[in-house]
């Protein structure tokens, strides 16, 4: 058999492997090659709600106006609704960006003023003026009636130049 006719069949031997339950046998002329190493799986993603900034990253250096872009994980991120809220849903919020400020603790109402900036309609970036210096941005994300949910906050710190 020649070399080409050889390896065709090889080939055709190692696709056939991987598609069926059970192994190929090789190619009479053959040797057996050895098995292609295997890649680990990738760690399993926590289940655990998050909130985070995208951009920038902690520590960065940036100019203004700052291009802020948030995210989360396993949880919704939804628009208040219109009207009145009289209970907020549940496994669901946005996002609140604030400037120069800790989070806040669960439970607690984001203040409508300086420093925080709501983002009601579920909005995932902005562009902030900041002026020069050392900044620290809190992302925290509210339910429907602005109120703080327990862990899904996030501090970062940057440093604002001219």
């Not at 985070?52 to 291009?67: C, Y």
């Not at 800790?102 to 003023?113: F, N, R, S, V, Y």
């Not at 300086?114 to 900041?130: F, I, K, R, S, Y």
């Amino acid at each position: 058999m020649n070399v080409t006719k050889h390896l065709a069949l090889f080939a055709v031997a190692a696709v056939m492997s991987g598609c069926s339950s059970e192994p190929a046998e090789p190619p009479a002329e053959s040797t057996p090659a050895a098995a292609p190493p295997t890649a680990s799986a990738p760690p399993a993603a926590s289940s655990a709600p998050r909130v985070f900034f995208i951009e920038p990253q902690d520590g960065a250096t940036v100019k203004s106006p700052v291009k802020l872009r948030f995210g989360i994980e396993n949880y919704e991120l939804a628009a208040v609704p219109q009207g009145t809220v009289t209970a907020p849903r549940p496994n669901a919020g946005h996002h609140h960006v604030g400037v120069d400020i800790d989070c806040l603790p669960a439970g607690t109402e984001i203040p409508k003023a300086n420093p925080w900036v709501h983002h009601g309609g579920a909005q995932t970036e902005m562009d902030m003026q900041l002026t020069p210096g050392q900044h620290k941005l809190t992302l925290q994300l509210g339910d429907d009636q602005h109120r703080t949910i327990e862990g899904l906050c996030q501090t970062i710190t940057v440093n604002v130049v001219e």
